[in-house]
């Protein structure tokens, strides 16, 4: 089971990024998958998650409106389109799913979601600045 994030890098504040994470080695589509990110001494956060017929995905409240998550089953991708890119989303940004096929989005955003949702990949830098 793996999860390759991919597309992060250096934007101007207002600007766009569009993030991509790349599954293989099991059914893709039988899987919630989420955004987490992570900046220096903060805790991981939830940023976005969308379960496998892609319904309702779901969004922190600092990112709404300005992220969009989706998904294309017969690629094996989720991705994160993240527009209006302000400094405080700038952080490492990881993909995961959920341990099991019956975890949904309910607890992404919660305080343990290593508890949750796992396969975690090497994450993709995002860097917003002037």
């Known amino acids: 089971v793996q999860l390759q994030a991919s597309g992060g890098g250096l934007v101007q504040p207002g600007g766009s990024l569009r993030l991509s994470c790349a599954g293989s080695g099991f059914s893709f589509d039988e899987y919630t998958i989420a955004w987490f990110r992570q900046s220096p001494g903060k805790e991981r956060e939830g940023v976005a998650c969308v379960t496998t017929t892609a319904g309702a995905p779901r969004y922190a409240d600092s990112v709404k409106g300005r992220f969009t998550i989706s998904r294309d089953n017969d690629r094996n991708t989720v991705f994160l389109q993240m527009d209006v890119l302000q400094p405080g989303d700038t952080a490492v940004y990881y993909c995961?799913?959920?341990?099991?096929?019956?975890?949904?989005?309910?607890?992404?955003?919660?305080?343990?979601?290593?508890?949750?949702?796992?396969?975690w990949g090497q994450g993709t830098q995002v860097t917003v600045s002037s």
């Open positions: 995961a799913r959920g341990r099991r096929r019956e975890i949904g989005c309910t607890y992404y955003s919660g305080a343990n979601p290593n508890r949750y949702y796992g396969s």
